[in-house]
């Protein structure tokens, strides 16, 4: 198993242009995970999936973010319309269900809009 | 609700001194903790987890936390600590429920000194 993985790594943007990111989780996780972490600030959760059910938003995720895991395995988080508010970077995870499990990291996507 | 409070942005401490990061939390469910640590360009990497069996957690390179629910704490030590411990660690907190809400406190930036 190689982990939580993001493509791609880095993204450099015009503002206004639409911007996806992947997420590949751990193979047997189903709970997977959106966080947004910026400069000095701790990730921040965006969304959650379990299996391919989006059961979860937070008010962070604005009508020009939106998030796919069409067959509960990879996952897409789109943004529409960057702005340079919106440069951070993206952190995917995924854990198994139930109490208590760890989330495991992926690398990150780093998005930078000019 | 809940939340997380990480009560020190910057600790600093010398080689082979022992480390004190200090976390509070907030939780209306029996919550699981966690401490992550995250290197510099790295990815997040779990230290160690609390999921309500012993309230003395040991976790990797020789870390441990004490869960004292008197007093919602859950501070992250070791005993002497090395240069290669220099990076940012995060306190979480995350629901024992069904759905895991997990909340990342802002991070403490740990230097160390040779």
């Known amino acids: 198993d190689t982990g939580v993985s993001q493509n791609p790594r880095h993204k450099i943007t015009k503002r206004g242009q639409n911007v996806t990111f992947r997420c590949d989780p751990i193979?047997?996780?189903?709970?997977l995970y959106w966080y947004r972490q910026t400069l000095g600030q701790g990730p921040e959760f965006l969304t959650y999936f379990q299996n391919e059910a989006q059961l979860e938003k937070s008010r962070l995720l604005s009508d020009r973010f939106s998030a796919e895991r069409p067959k509960g395995s990879f996952s897409t988080l789109e943004i529409q319309r960057t702005e340079q508010g919106d440069s951070a970077m993206y952190l995917c995870?995924?854990?198994?269900?139930?109490?208590?499990?760890?989330?495991?990291f992926g690398p990150g996507t780093r998005l930078t809009v000019t | 609700a809940q939340s997380v409070t990480q009560l020190d942005s910057h600790v600093s401490v010398s080689e082979g001194t022992p480390v004190l990061l200090r976390c509070n939390y907030s939780s209306s469910y029996s919550p699981s903790l966690f401490w992550y640590v995250q290197h510099p360009n790295k990815g997040l990497q779990l230290l160690l987890k609390y999921t309500s069996a012993a309230t003395l957690v040991k976790g990797i390179n020789g870390f441990e936390a004490e869960f004292k629910k008197s007093e919602t704490s859950f501070h992250l030590t070791k005993p002497s600590a090395h240069m290669s411990d220099a990076a940012e660690y995060f306190c979480?907190?995350?629901?024992?429920?069904?759905?895991?809400?997990?909340?990342f406190g802002i991070g403490t930036k740990l230097q160390v000194i040779p």
């Open positions: 995870a995924s854990s198994a269900s139930g109490a208590g499990y760890e989330q495991y």
């Open positions: 979480v907190v995350a629901t024992s429920g069904g759905y895991q809400k997990v909340t």
């Open positions: 193979s047997e996780h189903n709970r």
